[in-house]
């Protein structure tokens, strides 16, 4: 392994299992049918989880806390890997983690666009979920930058 900081890997792995348990949250807010949402900003997060768009195709999709539960679980077990080893496979991690948060902050830019302009409501856990995927894509931006000027060095 390269000798550079693993801290923002730290900050990666962090906020995947913070993200982890906040969709948890809300899947399990989803599966109880008729209980509501602890929502800090009045009714948003009971109207955007309840709304058609809480799934993906909207309508009778896939629950979008499933989709981000299962996102962020990749994310904290690549962290994890990556608290290790700087490749996987021929992969080199710090690639892989950019990628995949740009990735996530694109769905993270549609899931907020869809409740700004169809839902016309926020889900405050949402918001929790979209600022971790910043912190992620910030932590992997920074990793990524350090390994990308150590490796052309070599």
């Known amino acids: 392994m390269l000798a550079r900081s693993l801290y923002p890997r730290m900050v990666l792995t962090l906020c995947a299992l913070l993200g982890f348990f906040d969709s948890a949250y809300l899947a399990l807010a989803r599966l109880k049918l008729g209980t509501f949402l602890l929502c800090p900003v009045g009714e948003g997060c009971d109207l955007v989880q309840q709304s058609v768009w809480s799934s993906l195709p909207p309508g009778n999709g896939v629950p979008i806390a499933?989709?981000?539960?299962?996102?962020?679980?990749?994310?904290?077990?690549?962290?994890?890997?990556?608290?290790?080893?700087?490749?996987?496979?021929?992969?080199?991690?710090?690639?892989?983690?950019?990628?995949?948060?740009?990735?996530?902050?694109?769905?993270?830019?549609?899931?907020?666009?869809?409740?700004?302009?169809?839902?016309?409501?926020?889900?405050?856990w949402c918001l929790v979920s979209a600022a971790l995927e910043i912190a992620i894509w910030g932590a992997a931006f920074a990793d990524w930058r350090v390994w990308q000027s150590l490796t052309d060095e070599d």
Do not use: E, H, M, N
Not at 78 to 83: E, F, I, R, S
Not at 108 to 118: D, K, N
Not at 119 to 124: D, G, P, S
């Open 66 to 124: 499933f989709i981000g539960g299962g996102g962020y679980l990749l994310f904290f077990f690549l962290g994890l890997t990556a608290l290790q080893k700087d490749y996987l496979g021929p992969w080199p991690l710090p690639k892989i983690l950019l990628i995949l948060a740009s990735a996530g902050i694109a769905f993270c830019i549609y899931l907020l666009g869809v409740q700004f302009f169809a839902i016309k409501a926020f889900c405050f």
